[in-house]
């Protein structure tokens, strides 16, 4: 089963890290207790605006929870009284550097021992992959515009991934991602598209996702990596959709297909299907029709398009099977008779449907074929079934005439009967 792993930073810090008790400690340091007296809680609580929010925001902040304050990050010293807590004897620092952000968290999140104390199956390797990040290498060399662990999770508060207000809730990594890639302006410098989220989100996975809140959909962070973020290669988009789509991978991998696009270098899977704009996939896709990928490389006449023809050819046949035992078991249940256990034979019918297009992929009409045979072996079953209880009720029809012949007959008879005993005893 394919994990969602954590857009940057996953925001939980130990207690007692950075400076407690009273007394100045290097950013990071370990101690056991936090301080009685916590003056920048104190002290922001009590202004307004902007000075306020932070104190605020920590009240549902998860690092304020786990007893990491102000102090944890900023420096200074909480013991303190108004501005002195502020002394860079003690350690203030102020506003962290943006640059330093990601090497800051990693004081935590990289040590194993400390992070084991939270949540023991967290990977404490973020720092180390967002190193090798499109945003990590970008920001080694000085470029200030990437994202860094607060752009991703936020701050003041940050909360938990599973807090659905959080900007990397599964359903919010979309719209996080795209502040930033979205952006015109500030993709302009780097000659990146604009249009990845409007793309996805009329996507099969975005529609899923956004609309339908199927948290199983992948979002950009499945495709592109999290903490580790970068484009998926040329050689390396199967693999990337095999995370969810396995079987269709493996199809894939034994087809003609794959030497030919390995040859000419092209995506693999995005060649046909698209990348952010990846629409529900319909049988049109296949064959020669308006819409058809195939015409994309193979003209009119060659092996090729004759394969995806035949193939798409034998998808109808089930198709045709199937809505012929649908008629006819709609016919029969709406005549009363019991079909249930033909329906059975139609899932299946359908089940092997499905398995046929997927099969499509390996470019082999013997293949598909023989998915086929089997839909239309259970779709001709359904259907028996369902011709053999409409015979049934033409018979049980045509035997209630013939009594009700009968009796009207014999009634007749007996009114006959009737008036003749009525004109004797006259």
């Not at 609309?211 to 040329?234: K, L, S």
């Not at 390396?236 to 995370?243: E, K, L, P």
């Not at 329906?343 to 449907?353: G, K, P, V, Y």
Request: charged share 20%; glycine share 10%; with cysteine.
């Amino acid at each position: 089963m394919r994990s969602r792993a954590l857009l940057c930073f996953v925001p939980v810090v130990a207690a007692g890290v950075g400076i407690w008790a009273g007394r100045a400690l290097p950013l990071g340091s370990p101690a056991q207790a936090a301080p009685s007296v916590d003056s920048c809680t104190t002290c922001h609580q009590s202004l307004t605006g902007k000075l306020a929010a932070p104190a605020e925001g920590m009240t549902e902040d998860v690092h304020g929870r786990a007893e990491l304050r102000c102090a944890g990050c900023h420096g200074g010293d909480p013991a303190r009284s108004g501005m002195d807590a502020h002394d860079l004897s003690a350690g203030f620092a102020g506003v962290p550097d943006r640059r330093q952000i990601p090497r800051q968290c990693a004081r935590c999140h990289e040590d194993p021992g400390l992070m084991r104390r939270f949540n023991p199956s967290l990977p404490t390797d973020q720092f180390a992959r967002y190193l090798t990040s499109e945003h990590g290498k970008r920001l080694a060399a000085g470029d200030r515009n990437v994202a860094v662990c607060t752009s991703c999770h936020g701050v003041h508060p940050v909360r938990a991934v599973s807090d659905s207000r959080s900007p990397v809730f599964p359903t919010n990594v979309p719209a996080t991602c795209a502040r930033c890639h979205a952006d015109a302006a500030l993709m302009k410098p780097y000659g990146i598209p604009t249009s990845q989220f409007a793309e996805y989100r009329e996507s099969v996975h975005g529609q899923a996702l956004l609309r339908r809140g199927n948290r199983q959909a992948p979002a950009c962070n499945d495709c592109h990596g999290n903490h580790g973020a970068v484009p998926p290669g040329v050689e390396s988009v199967a693999n990337v959709c095999a995370q969810c789509h396995r079987a269709t991978r493996d199809l894939f991998l034994r087809s003609p297909h794959k030497k030919a696009f390995d040859t000419l270098g092209m995506a693999e899977c995005t060649v046909c299907h698209g990348t952010h704009d990846i629409a529900f996939p319909t049988d049109a896709m296949l064959g020669q029709e308006q819409g058809s990928v195939c015409l994309q490389c193979h003209p009119a006449g060659t092996p090729g398009l004759r394969a995806a023809v035949e193939m798409r050819g034998t998808l109808e046949e089930v198709k045709a099977a199937i809505a012929q035992a649908e008629t006819v078991l709609k016919r029969a249940a709406g005549a009363g008779m019991d079909v249930g256990d033909a329906r059975i034979d139609l899932d299946e019918a359908t089940s092997q449907l499905i398995r046929a297009r997927a099969v499509t992929h390996s470019v082999n009409p013997l293949d598909v074929r023989r998915v086929t045979a089997a839909g239309l072996t259970a779709a001709g079953r359904a259907r028996a079934v369902g011709e053999a209880a409409l015979a049934e009720v033409g018979f049980r029809r045509r035997g209630l005439g013939v009594s009700v012949a009968v009796i009207a007959f014999v009634a007749v008879l007996l009114w006959l009967k009737l008036q003749e005993l009525k004109r004797t005893s006259q």
